[in-house]
DNA sequence: GCAGCAATAAACAAGG
DNA sequence: CCCTTGTTTATTGCTG
């Protein structure tokens, strides 16, 4: 079943063949007409938002009421059995592959029994392996697990320590446990990773007497992180087994840490850039996943502080709900020691910061994957309509963002329209095509206009959280931002500084490839007669010649006045919206934005924001073009439409007061022009 | 195809 | 010498 995942659509289920007709209903409606229309996905409801998630928690803890249940008694039968067994001599282990798990299809039974992990989630939706009732029962399985994994705990604790032992022993020997032998394949990877936990533990404890700061001797030898089937390990755990052990593991290459960095590596995916990029480079977290690159800068920086410690900062213990205050380092580790030592509680609290964990990291991949989708869907209706040569540009743009985030961006000459990139469907590159991403395309030069139409000041204005907080390019050229910095200083002068600190202040975008733009305000400030230099007592500052300001481009906006007035007004009331609300308004009212809020500049700006970021996908697909509209793109300059669009300053036109005009008009607006960020990659600079 | 504009890159100089 | 500031030139992409 198939449900649309975004904005307020819907939620109504689709099949796969529903699915498609409805993508490509959306896709041959002429771009635009329509913005981004809600992606519908194979996923279910876990895959949506936070709503979603909430739902899903439900669903589980609702499953979970029944596992435990059942789990109980079931735990009851094992334990007897197991008691039976002691006594009467062990059976061959083979009878726990003859146990079947409990009712879930076969790709889903044959990985190891762990706490779901949200990649693991993603792709059990993705493969739509499971029906919801499946689904359940998987979860019901999970917690199951979970739950005795739990009682197995207590359970071998008031067992024979010699039981442990063997327990462990055969297991690093690869054998079997012989108290799995009554419990499902499943139970037996939990209990696999119990020990893992416990191992963490035991790791722990070695790291800290690596540092010499504890002389207690291992109770055994640390076992090798047991690579999980298919790379199913959870990352989490990982994360959780880097923080541990990284100050063990900067120093020793052992197997375990091998194995663990492996694994990463793996979780990584293939297609992620490459993991020099990710371990190298510290903007790398942008492309790859935090998970992953996290931890290893933490182990970087532990192993250049010895002293410090993922569960120990600003004196206080950071261990979930401990905040214990420990004054130094020392005292840390002996509270670390004797407080969270490994029993009961702290394995419970593992698990729970491991379910925290999960959480973040499913919410992360629910919008990983959501933007993803809508930038494939998008992509796929830019390059259907149009022609060869767009197409190939289009999808050749976002090759180039791949493989340069994989080889030396650096040493790419912008060449957007070298053919001789790989179609590579975008689906393919790394899973996350996050905004930042983007930016990592070459210097794809893209026209970047004002929005004539539009005074700079109000936009900024309303969307000055965006802005500030989105890495989007602010759709107006360098020379319409730097007189805007000049004009919102009190003495309307700036220095050179000050216009790059307020390009900063102002803009997310502006954080990243300082060299480039910086050198292009410079360029701007000198190439441009609008702005005078002015030698001050402190030096020089920059000051706007408005009259040659106005002057720059009267010929390139012209037309219909009252359009102008239209737009601004309707643009003029639009409050302000943080910007997470706006982001996600932007999401919800782009399919609504081509029909009945045209009057909403905000979300149009946001909308056209979006686009920009979707790397032109939508470009050239002015099929319909009408620039009258006030919820046309921001983006767009009106070209046919000769508005006279200077005369109207922005400082007096901006005002909360002049508007109360038409909020709907033409639902055409021209689109064919879309910027997008050229973005240097300024990782490597 | 061309002109114009804007973005980008880079060389260069002057001054602190 | 390095950095910042400022100027200039060249190139490229986009649009009309």
Redesign the pocket.
């Known amino acids: 079943m198939f449900q649309c995942v975004f904005s307020s659509s819907v939620l109504q289920p689709l099949s796969t063949s529903c699915l498609f007709k409805h993508l490509f209903y959306h896709s041959a409606t002429p771009a635009s007409q329509k913005q981004p229309e809600p992606i519908y996905s194979k996923k279910t409801e876990i895959q949506r938002q936070t709503v979603q998630a909430h739902s899903i928690k439900l669903f589980i803890f609702s499953a979970l009421q029944v596992a435990r249940q059942l789990l109980l008694q079931q735990q009851q039968q094992q334990q007897q059995q197991q008691q039976q067994q002691q006594v009467s001599g062990l059976k061959s282990p083979k009878r726990n592959d003859k146990q079947p798990a409990l009712q879930v299809p076969v790709s889903v039974a044959m990985m190891t029994p762990q706490v779901i992990t949200p990649q693991q989630m993603q792709q059990i939706l993705q493969q739509q392996v499971l029906s919801p009732q499946q689904l359940q029962v998987l979860l019901q399985q999970q917690q199951a697990l979970m739950l005795q994994q739990q009682q197995l705990q207590e359970f071998y604790k008031k067992q024979q320590e010699q039981l442990q032992l063997q327990l462990l022993q055969q297991q690093h020997a690869g054998k079997q446990p012989k108290e799995q032998q009554q419990v499902a394949t499943q139970q037996l990877a939990f209990q696999q990773q119990l020990l893992q936990m416990q191992q963490l533990q035991q790791q722990h404890l070695l790291s800290l007497q690596r540092q010499g700061l504890l002389t207690i001797q291992p109770g055994q030898p640390a076992l090798p992180l047991q690579p999980l089937p298919q790379g199913m390990i959870p990352t989490e755990l990982q994360q959780l087994w880097k923080e541990v052990t990284s100050a063990h593991s900067a120093e020793e290459t052992t197997g375990n840490n091998h194995s663990s960095l492996d694994l990463t590596t793996t979780c990584v995916s293939s297609s992620a850039p490459s993991k020099t990029s990710l371990i190298m480079n510290p903007h790398a977290s942008t492309n790859g996943q935090l998970s992953v690159h996290t931890p290893k800068r933490e182990s970087m920086s532990h192993e250049e502080h010895p002293h410090s410690h993922p569960l120990y900062g600003h004196g206080v213990c950071k261990w979930p709900g401990c905040e214990a205050v420990c004054e130094d380092f020392p005292s840390f580790l002996k509270h670390l020691n004797s407080e969270h030592a490994l029993d009961d509680r702290s394995t419970a609290q593992c698990r729970v910061q491991m379910q925290v964990v999960q959480q973040l990291e499913l919410q992360l991949a629910k919008d990983k994957e959501r933007l993803q989708a809508m930038m494939t869907h998008l992509h796929v209706k830019s390059t259907e309509p149009k022609a060869a040569p767009q197409p190939l540009?289009l999808v050749s743009?976002v090759t180039l963002s791949k493989s340069a985030s994989e080889a030396s961006p650096q040493s790419l000459?912008?060449?957007?329209?070298t053919p001789t990139a790989p179609l590579t469907p975008v689906t393919q590159g790394p899973s996350v095509i996050t905004t930042t991403s983007m930016h990592t395309v070459?210097?794809?030069?893209?026209?970047?206009?004002?929005k004539y139409n539009v005074p700079i000041s109000s936009d900024i204005a309303q969307n000055q959280e965006f802005y500030k907080n989105a890495e989007v390019?602010p759709p107006?050229?360098?020379?319409?931002?730097i007189r805007q910095a000049i004009l919102e200083s009190p003495e309307k002068q700036l220095?050179?500084?000050e216009?790059?600190n307020w390009f900063t202040r102002m803009f997310a975008y502006f954080r990243r490839?300082a060299?480039?733009?910086?050198?292009?305000v410079?360029?701007?400030?000198?190439?441009?007669k609008c702005?005078v230099?002015v030698e001050n007592v402190k030096?020089?500052?920059?000051t706007v010649d408005e009259v040659e300001f106005q002057k720059?481009?009267p010929?390139?906006i012209s037309g219909n006045p009252s359009l102008i007035k239209n737009m601004q007004s309707s643009h003029a009331y639009c409050t302000p919206l943080n910007a997470a609300l706006q982001a996600s308004m932007a999401e919800n009212s782009i399919p609504l934005y081509t029909t009945a809020s045209m009057g909403n500049p905000t979300l149009g700006n946001l909308a056209s924001a979006i686009r920009e970021e979707l790397n032109?996908a939508m470009?050239?697909t002015?099929s319909n073009e009408s620039d009258s509209s006030p919820g046309r793109s921001p983006m767009q300059?009106?070209?046919?439409v000769h508005v006279k669009e200077e005369p109207l300053d922005p400082e007096e036109a901006e005002g909360p007061l002049s508007l109360v005009t038409t909020a709907n008009h033409s639902p055409d607006f021209?689109h064919?022009?879309?910027?997008?960020?050229?973005?240097?990659n300024e990782d490597i600079e």
């Open positions: 540009n743009s000459p912008h060449t957007p329209t070459g210097p794809i030069r893209r026209r970047y206009s004002d390019r107006f050229t360098y020379a319409s931002l220095t050179l500084n216009i790059y490839n060299a480039t733009w910086k050198n292009a410079r360029h701007n400030l000198s190439l441009h702005f230099r030096g020089a500052v920059w720059r481009r010929q390139k032109g470009e050239h002015n300059p009106v070209h046919p021209d064919d022009r879309d910027y997008e960020d050229e973005a240097v």
